[in-house]
């Protein structure tokens, strides 16, 4: 068993449909126990992980502290005065260290995640689309990387800052539960880090030629207001400045996500075969043109059968005379 999971014993091009299946149960139970070691030494540390994930809470109590100070606002009293967090009950405590242990371990094993998945497609595909395949892995742990990192450098500490101004705004004094505020920053990290996968998403639907890249460019308003409400709701106050700058963020990932993907699809066209632009398939071919116009547009040329056809002029052929028939008996014509 453990000789399973560490290696392969056949390459993949010769197993089985049924070995396939357990070499990607083998894959799972690989991210599952890299994922739970990273919750298990979240735990030992669990001292230092708490502390690493109350970062975004100094920040917005002290912005001049924040690598983006000049992104934070100045907190008002209630948030400058605040003191420790609170927790209630003993769940409460279970739950910290979970959301605490969750989030390393998702952060350990997204990498090994994404280096199954592709150990498991790659068989599947050409070379080129091999030689391909470990820089789409690679962005796509940098753009899960700086979406969670924006999220806790930035929206976070300002989410903190807005929700306690209303609080003040409204007379009321907010006590931060511990449990509720490492859910709210472990859950703001991981949507974000996920939400930055949207680009390559379409570059894999383009590669699969389920959208068409000029499809994708023509609906560009309809992906806007997408995109807004997808930032509206991984946000948890939709203000206008996190709206924003989070929406032309992903908004130039779009675009340059359709840039992508149309270079990736006139390259795997051309090495097909076909026409480089998905659009010309709709254009009908020339050959089909001059099929059409030899079955019934072209006009034919019309022989008649019973008009004998010219001689050219120079012709070596002499002209016969046309013979006549005998006179009827009586005629009196033929006398002339």
């Known amino acids: 068993m453990l000789s399973t999971l560490i290696r392969r014993n056949k390459p993949r091009s010769e197993m089985t449909f049924l070995e396939h299946l357990d070499d990607l149960r083998v894959s799972l139970i690989r991210v599952v126990t890299v994922f739970a070691i990273g919750m298990v030494a979240a ?31 100045e907190p008002g009293p209630g948030l400058a005065n605040m003191g420790e967090l609170k927790e209630f009950t003993f769940m409460g405590v279970w739950k910290v260290l979970m959301y605490a242990a969750f989030g390393v371990g998702v952060a350990v094993a ?8 592709a150990r498991f497609v790659g068989p599947a595909l050409t070379d080129r ?29 300002m989410s903190i800052q807005i929700w306690q101004h209303f609080a003040e705004g409204m007379k009321m004094e907010v006590t931060w539960q511990a449990s509720d505020y490492y859910a709210f920053v472990v859950m703001m990290c991981l949507l974000t880090g996920l939400t930055f996968q949207f680009p390559l998403a379409l570059i894999i639907l383009m590669w699969l030629e389920l959208i068409r890249p000029r499809t994708l460019l023509k609906s560009w308003r309809g992906m806007l207001v997408g995109i807004m409400l997808l930032v509206a709701l991984i946000t948890p106050i939709a203000e206008p400045i996190s709206l ?15 840039g992508v993907g149309t270079v990736i699809v006139r390259r795997k066209r051309v090495a097909r075969g076909d026409k480089p ?60």
Do not use: Q
Request: aromatic letters at 10%; hydrophobic letters at 40%.
């Open 277 to 336: 632009n998905p659009e010309d398939d709709d254009l009908p071919d020339d050959d089909e043109d001059d099929d059409e116009d030899d079955d019934g547009y072209r006009p034919a040329r019309s022989v008649d059968p019973v008009t004998p056809s010219t001689p050219a002029l120079g012709s070596s052929a002499t002209n016969k005379p046309k013979s006549t028939p005998p006179p009827a008996e009586g005629d009196l014509s033929s006398l002339d």
């Open 43 to 73: 735990l030992i540390f669990y001292r230092e992980t708490p502390a690493l994930l109350s970062l975004p809470l100094e920040w917005a109590k002290h912005p001049e502290t924040s690598p983006l100070a000049f992104a934070l606002s």
């Open 110 to 117: 997204s990498p090994v995640f994404l280096y199954e998945t």
């Open 244 to 258: 924003i700058v989070m929406t032309g963020v992903l908004f130039g990932f779009y675009l340059a996500a359709v």
């Open 129 to 157: 689309e091999k030689s391909g395949l470990v820089p789409f892995c690679g962005a796509a742990l940098v753009l899960f990387l700086l979406g969670a990192a924006l999220a806790f450098y930035w929206l976070s500490p």
